[in-house]
């Protein structure tokens, strides 16, 4: 079981493409803080809300565990880990408590762009590189397609020209990257962008109500947005 706690700790990415606009929308919300040694961590000064400072991957599982009590994350991955525990028989435990409208982009399937494409059918049979095997697995599900899916965890645009996959199911915003390795996206299975995951149940000694006013303030700096 977890500790009691006080304060509200909400996970962002340490780097990448969704840290920076999580700490200012964070800083948007009135929400002042100073710097653990180890970098890891963000004291909040205003509000009692600290922040959690990891890779995008472990937000879900942080928040699942009662580590963290909110995230800032890709809906990509938060997807992927509901269909994971699903996977695993237990039962939905996080969901979207808000959208915010940027790091937005597509989990597509690309094919070589010297190929036709007459529809999903057509994957029949073929290996598919992939970062998000459940998201792939119920897109194929619902398509009635039997294909292999070949998990990778970077480099997913590359493994056909390796010969490792036939075609790949992978994150899209320009396309510039699919260009790049000869590959065109045919079909969109997920419309992604940065979500507040929190828990379905409520949150316990007194979270909520600090939650709750967090999650207000984050609604009226994204009107002010809008
Ligand atoms: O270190 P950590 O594990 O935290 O970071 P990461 O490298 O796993 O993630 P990061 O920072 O690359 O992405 C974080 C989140 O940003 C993703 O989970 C998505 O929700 C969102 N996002 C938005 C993207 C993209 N756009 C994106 N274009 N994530 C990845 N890409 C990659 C894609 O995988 C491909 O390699 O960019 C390439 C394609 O981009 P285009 O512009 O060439 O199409
Ligand atoms: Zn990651």
Do not use: M
Not at 33 to 45: A, I, M, P, V
Not at 71 to 96: F, K, M, S, T, W
Not at 119 to 131: F, K, N, V
Not at 141 to 154: I, K, M, S, W, Y
């Amino acid at each position: 079981p977890v500790q009691p706690r006080e304060r509200l700790r909400v996970a962002i990415q340490k780097s990448g493409r969704l840290g920076e606009p999580a700490r200012e929308l964070l800083a948007s919300c009135g929400l002042t803080w100073r710097e653990s040694r180890d970098k890891l961590f963000l004291y909040g000064e205003s509000l009692p809300v600290d922040i959690l400072l990891v890779r995008d991957d472990d937000i879900p599982g942080l928040i699942a565990d009662g580590v963290c009590d909110l995230g800032i994350v890709g809906r990509n991955v938060l997807v992927e880990h509901g269909l994971e525990r699903e996977a695993q028989g237990r039962p939905a435990d996080l969901n979207e408590w808000r959208q915010l409208g940027w790091g937005t982009c597509r989990l597509d399937i690309a094919i070589p762009e010297s190929e036709e494409w007459t529809g999903p059918q057509q994957l029949e049979g073929l290996r598919i590189a992939t970062s998000y095997p459940q998201t792939l697995g119920r897109w194929l599900r619902d398509n009635g397609v039997d294909a292999e899916p070949v998990v990778l965890n970077g480099s997913v645009e590359i493994a056909p020209r390796l010969g490792q996959a036939d075609v790949v199911c992978d994150l899209v915003s320009t396309g510039g990257t699919l260009r790049a390795n000869q590959l065109r996206p045919v079909t969109t299975i997920l419309h992604s962008e940065a979500v507040i995951a929190g828990p379905r149940a409520t949150l316990d000694d007194g979270r909520q109500e600090i939650a709750d006013l967090l999650v207000r303030r984050l609604d009226g700096a994204l009107q002010l947005k809008e």
